[in-house]
Every structure is written in C-alpha cells, then in structure tokens.
C-alpha cells in the first residue's frame, strides 16, 4: 500500500506523481527492493530508454508483454510502456493493480481510432469482422473480433475463412503490408504511427550507399517507401532476433530507437545504426514512450499510483477479442 496520501487532482492534472527523489537514493536497489516487498513485475517494452530495460523483469514486444501480463502470479504489474499495453494487461489482470510511470504515455497510432468515428466506420460495413491491431484504445478493442501485433497479425488474419470480409484497423501501413503478405483483401482504417511514418527513403538509400554491407531492418509500422527495401520486416523482438543471429555485421535500424540498447547489448560486436528520419530532430524516439523515466518508474511501485482502471462492461468485452489473439498465438507456437 501507499504510504502517503498522493493526490488523485495531481495526478489527473499531471499524469504522472510530481514528487522530489531523493538524489542519494540508488534507484535500481531500490526497485528491487519494492520488487520484492510488493510482489510487483515489472513489464517493459524495448522502446523504453535503457535504465528501466535494465531493471525490468521481462522486456519484450507487444505480445510478448500481453502473455507476460496474463500469466504473471505477481500482485502488481508495473508496466513500463504506454498506455494501451498497461491496459491490456489490466483487460487481462482484473484482479491485479496495473500501475504506469506516466498516465500521458500513450499512442498516436492508438489516437488515430477515435471511438465514435471507429463505430460509425464499423456500422457501414456490418458484413466485415475486425481485426484491430494492440494498438487502440479499450474501446476499440471492445468492438473488435480478434486482436493482433506486428508478430503473430499474418497468422490470425490466416486463422479467418477466406470468403469472410475483414476491416483492418488502425494502422494504414502494417494494413498494406499484410494485404501483400497475405493476399487478403481488407478494408483499413487510415491510421498511422508518427514515428514510423517519419523515416526518409532518400536519406536511408544514401546510408545503404555508405554502408553497403549493412542489411536494412524495419517494424511494418513503416511506409512502403522503406519497406520495399527491408532485408527483414519484423516486430520489436522479431528485429532483436534477427539482428543478433543473421550473419551481417552492420544493421540499419527502422524503428524506435529505444531497440538499439537491446541490440548492442545481445550483440555488442555488432554495429546498429538508426535509420534516419526526414529531418534533422530525434522524431525516432517515440515522445510517448519516452515520458516514462526511472525516478517516475520508480515513485509508481512506491505509492502504487498511477494507476490504470477500466469500465467493467467495456474490459469484459474488450477481453474477448485478447483471449481470441492468444489463443491462436499459442496454437501456433509463438510465446505464451
Ligand atoms: P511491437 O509489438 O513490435 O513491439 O510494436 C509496438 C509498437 O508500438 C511499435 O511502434
Ligand atoms: Fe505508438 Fe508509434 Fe509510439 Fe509505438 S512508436 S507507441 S505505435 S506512437
């Protein structure tokens, strides 16, 4: 429990608990010590900056995190990420507290389906099922059939009989992407990621000119213009594994730069360079992600707050679609 009074009013006017750390404290030690004290996990995604990776107890993509979140015995989910991945682990965790650095922290991708306009989208086309990509809101989840993430999303659109119209929705791009992969037709909701929508085809080209012998790697949140020159399109994890075991020695990296850490880290002889974006700020960071910071990590497993809370009517049927998505992940063997 906490042991002061936080003011809810602050942190509905902040987000995020706006106390001083003291500047002596080791904040590591101290994590672990909350750890161990509280029952608590903490979950964190690759894009999160490298001191919460290294005192996180599992880092992973977005499905790696959902099968993560349902399986844990632990009382406190501390989730290191953004909010629509701290919320399905609450869809998942009804029972448990899921707490986040940073209430803010959430998703331009998951901000480009706004409910209303998702359900009036649905309503014209009531013959099509739903495959949502992770990144939306609750809502939205609630009113999809099946959830996916840019690892398992082929083979739950595989798992749907081939006569059976699809909506897509929200990302534009992974969308594209599937529909060459897969050879479906599916109708997509025009959404987007501002980070994976930044990087510049010419300035990448020109990097392959400078390093020929570095293979090009991107998440599917990425345009056409730089997927077409991809070596390897993948999820976060899927881009860690392939980056550490394929024989290349040098890698340009389309996707946030968060993933680099891991890279050099799993692989510290190898070189990683983060694809460019289309001008000269650091939009490659994801502004989102990038709100969480190990002091506020570390004042949310101490007072427990911010914490995530969900409409029961909504999580129920927000959890169907999920439990959907996991199940045909397992029965394909991947995680869980
Ligand atoms: P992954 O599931 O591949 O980690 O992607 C999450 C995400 O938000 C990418 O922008
Ligand atoms: Fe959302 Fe893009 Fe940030 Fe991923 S990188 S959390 S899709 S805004």
Known sequence: MADINTSEAQISLKG?????VDASLDLFSEIELLKKEKNAVVLAHYYQEPDIQDVADYIG?????A????????DIIVFAGV??????AKILNPNKKVVLPDLRAGCSLADSAPADEFAAFKKLHPDHIVISYINCSADVKAMSDIICTSSNADKII???PKNQPIIFAPDKNLGAYLIKKTGRQMLLWNGACMVHEIF????????????PEAKLIAHPECEEAVLQYADYIGSTTQLLKFATTDNANEFIVATETGILHQM???APQKTFIPAPPDNMCACNDCPHMKLNTLEKLYLCMKYEEPEILIDEAIRLRALKPIQQMLKISKAVGLGG
Request: aromatic share 4%; glycine share 2%; net charge negative.
């Open 16 to 20: 995020f608990l706006d106390i001083d």
């Open 61 to 65: 993509d977005s499905l790696g995190l």
């Open 67 to 74: 099968q993560q979140a349902e399986k844990t015995s632990a």
């Open 83 to 88: 909010h629509f991945m701290a919320e399905t």
């Open 158 to 160: 595989d798992s749907v």
């Open 200 to 211: 510049s085809q010419q300035r990448i080209l020109k990097l392959k000119t400078q390093h």
């Open 264 to 266: 050099q880290k799993d």
